[in-house]
């Protein structure tokens, strides 16, 4: 069974670089209209004009976690685009360092772009989604979630990551019955520009925990987002997708 998305409208949050920028490259590739949103706008712009070439494509700036931002973002696509079908919630930052040492600002700044932003587009976009009887919202987090934290990111940045898993399961018991999933994706240690800040020590001790004893490229988490956006994974909800080549195993 081919992947198709024809007609389909796909918004990406975070999709200026990294994993957001493949999982926007694969659903494009497989006909789907998406919307590339950051705030990063020569990556973000860029992106959308090299996938532009092949596919549809298009770039939107928006603060994520500004309500106001969000709710006139959505209005602008629904009204120029058309409504959305997929959504990718993958805007996210890393926060370090020891809990004594994290302010409440950088806390709440934390929980604001990785958890936040999620509700903020979730509650836009789902009322439409079940109306239609057709939806996918698919929710990037992290096994830092499921593992306290870890080499990149601290236990500010687990909670807010954990935080995604829970309201992720409440959407798929909300959602469920007008064919609406929602599920979420957890990284393991990806081949990004944040790893690659990693000295050869903690590089080594952090792949000798993963059994496949390497990183996995972005594509590779795209690619798992494609399978939940997908008919293929019709019945698949509620459910959290470790992509950490068997770091974390239940």
């Not at 990111?153 to 469920?176: D, H, M, P, Q, W």
């Not at 990693?198 to 390497?214: G, K």
């Not at 490229?217 to 293929?232: G, N, Q, T, Y």
Request: charged share 20%; aromatic share 4%; glycine share 12%.
């Amino acid at each position: 069974m081919q992947i198709s998305f024809d007609g389909k409208v796909a918004l990406v949050t975070g999709a200026a670089k990294g994993i957001g920028k493949e999982i926007a490259r694969a659903l494009c590739g497989s006909g789907a209209y998406v919307v590339i949103c950051d705030i990063d706008d020569v990556a973000g712009q860029a992106i959308a004009a090299e996938l532009s070439k092949t596919g549809r494509s298009e770039y939107r700036r928006c603060d994520v976690s500004s309500d106001g931002k969000v709710e006139a973002l959505l209005a602008s696509i629904e009204a120029e685009v058309g409504h959305v079908d997929i959504l990718v919630n993958n805007a996210g930052v890393i926060s370090t360092g020891p809990i004594d040492t994290i302010s409440a600002n950088e806390w709440d700044r934390v929980f604001a772009i990785n958890t936040r932003s999620a509700f903020l587009l979730t509650k836009g976009v789902l009322p439409g989604m079940r109306t239609r009887a057709w939806g996918r919202i698919i929710t990037i987090a992290s096994v830092a979630a499921q593992a306290g934290g870890g080499f990149l990111g601290n236990t500010c940045y687990a909670a807010s990551k954990g935080a995604l898993i829970s309201f992720a399961k409440g959407v798929a018991r909300e959602g469920g019955g007008d064919n609406v999933t929602s599920n979420v994706i957890c990284p393991g240690m990806i081949n990004t520009e944040i790893t690659q800040t990693l000295d050869a020590a903690q590089r080594e001790m952090a792949l000798s925990a993963i059994p496949m004893h390497r990183p996995a490229e972005p594509d590779e988490v795209a690619r798992a987002v494609l399978f939940l956006a997908s008919d293929l994974a019709s019945y698949v909800n509620g459910v959290t997708l470790n992509v950490d080549g068997g770091l974390i195993r239940h």
